[in-house]
């Protein structure tokens, strides 16, 4: 192993750089040629590949996005698309790829082993904390940040006024934003795509609440893959219980931009280095992952297509504590 090559795919999350740093520094602190890649998959097509040093990753541990950009790129979901991509690696005699993203980037980084045989390496970076072989993706622990940081300000207002307060989070198809976020945010319940909630049962929580002469709830709603979704189940809600003043807050893209958690800071170093020593240790198709603090390698095929279960032994918390 002598040169290998770096990319973010997917959307972006808080931490890639800091990511981005280990890698670069792990590479050339073994000695390795280290290049960037631009734009994820898209530039790996066009060959927007550029040559990375020490000091092209200095400043930049603190800061949210990606240096090396992201995109969504159709064209590396065909094996032309990836027949360009390994022409552009093998041009460059690049043998050794790690990809920072999501399960789709895990999904283009298999294929495109079992294609060219080329070692390649995935990093969890995704704030939804939805991916297999890891206790925590990198930037989850930001985006509940950020989500508690806006909860916190809504519940003041929610407090002066009596309002009940739907907060919608994201985390596509799976709850683990939104339920970090109920029990750090102190919200009287949460919708879960995990849990079969409705808008039944969130009626009968504000009745409770009613009859615990509660003046004001927060309702954390998971996006469930449909953005807005929140806006329905407090219409339902509404016509249930017209005298209670009703707000909806999607907080949207604010959870996937802003600083690193120095949670997320220390994962995406300990990751970035790992999945440059785990390449010279012949890894070659692995997602490299933190399991009760201990590096774990889980192999891509099995980081997407397993389902990492919600411990929704959680909700009990959010239930009791919200008492
Ligand atoms: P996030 O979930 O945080 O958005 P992600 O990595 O899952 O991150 P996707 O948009 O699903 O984000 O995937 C990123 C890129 O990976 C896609 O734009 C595409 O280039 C590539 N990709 C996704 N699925 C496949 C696939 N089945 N085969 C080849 N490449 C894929």
């Known amino acids: 192993m002598k040169r290998i090559a770096v990319f973010t795919s997917g959307g972006d999350a808080p931490g890639m750089n800091a990511c981005i740093r280990a890698v670069v520094r792990g590479a050339v602190y073994y000695n390795l040629e280290i290049y ?5 998959y898209k530039g790996l097509i066009d060959d927007d590949i550029h040559r990375l040093h020490s000091n092209s990753v200095s400043n930049i541990l603190q800061k949210g996005g990606t240096m090396l950009k992201s995109a969504r790129c159709d064209e ?14 093998k041009k460059r005699k690049i043998d050794g790829i790690i990809g920072i993203g999501g399960d789709g980037t895990f999904k283009g980084l298999s294929s495109f082993f079992e294609e060219f045989k080329i070692p390649v390496m995935g990093i969890p970076g995704t704030i939804d904390n939805d991916i297999f072989g890891t206790d925590f993706t990198i930037g989850y622990d930001s985006a509940v940040n950020t989500a508690l940081d806006a909860i916190d300000k809504i519940r003041d207002t929610a407090d002066s006024h009596g309002r009940i307060f739907f907060v919608e989070v994201m985390g596509k198809d799976s709850g683990h934003i939104a339920l970090r976020s ?11 795509p995990e849990k079969n909630t409705n808008a039944t049962d969130i009626i009968n929580y504000i009745r409770e609440d009613m009859r615990r002469e ?16 929140s806006i329905g189940v407090a219409e339902v809600v509404r016509k249930t219980l017209p005298d209670k003043d009703i707000r909806v807050t999607i907080l949207g893209h604010i959870q996937r931009g802003g600083k690193p958690s120095g949670m997320d800071r220390i994962l995406a170093s300990t990751l970035g280095l790992a999945a440059v020593e785990a390449l010279m240790d012949g890894h070659k198709d692995n997602m490299v992952g933190l399991i009760n603090n201990e ?8 980081s997407f297509s397993k389902v990492k279960p919600l411990n929704t032994d959680l909700l009990r918390l959010v239930k009791i504590l919200s008492i």
């Open 76 to 89: 590396f979901k065909t094996k032309e698309g990836r027949k360009k991509a390994y022409q552009n690696l």
């Open 182 to 192: 109920a029990i750090g945010g102190g919200a009287e319940a949460v919708i879960l």
């Open 36 to 40: 960037g890649v631009n734009h994820g």
């Open 214 to 229: 509660k003046t004001f709830s927060i309702i954390i709603v998971a996006e469930k893959d449909s953005p807005g979704i």
């Open 295 to 302: 590096l774990v390698f889980t192999t891509l095929k099995e």
